[in-house]
Nanobody, 120 residues
Framework: VQLQASGGGLVQPGGSLRLSCAASGSILSINFMGWFRQAPGKQREPVAT???????TYADSVKGRFTISRDNAKNTVILQMNSLKPEDTAVYFCNVVVESPLYIGPRGYWGQGTQVTVSS
């Protein structure tokens, strides 16, 4: 299974960015999809998650500003980020838990990370 993330970049405070992460390979189903972030000198933290039933969770710091969604036909998870703040600056990683015909049980995979910088 491979993950391809895109959509990071430099944006001014108050601006918006849209992150996308597409999973490919031998996939039967994707149970869980999420976005995490890691700022310099800090631990990786969850930002938003979405299950196969489309139940979502958000970090308190992004509630009301970020929206996570998924396109099951394209095995893609999207993070729409609005009203961005300098403290949102971090490397953002997508994470998926998949079922595959190649092995028994679910397995987790991480994307390569995409830089989001919020600065004037």
């Amino acid at each position: 299974v491979q993950l391809q993330a895109s959509g990071g970049g430099l944006v001014q405070p108050g601006g918006s960015l849209r992150l996308s992460c597409a999973a490919s390979g031998s996939i039967l189903s994707i149970n869980f999809m999420g976005w995490f972030r890691q700022a310099p000198g800090k631990q990786r933290e969850p930002v938003a998650t979405i299950t196969s039933g489309r139940s979502t969770t958000y970090a308190d710091s992004v509630k009301g500003r970020f929206t996570i969604s998924r396109d099951n036909a394209k095995n893609t998870v999207i993070l729409q980020m609005n009203s961005l703040k300098p403290e949102d600056t971090a490397v953002y990683f997508c994470n998926v838990v998949v079922e595959s015909p190649l092995y028994i049980g679910p397995r987790g995979y991480w994307g390569q990370g995409t830089q989001v910088t919020v600065s004037s």
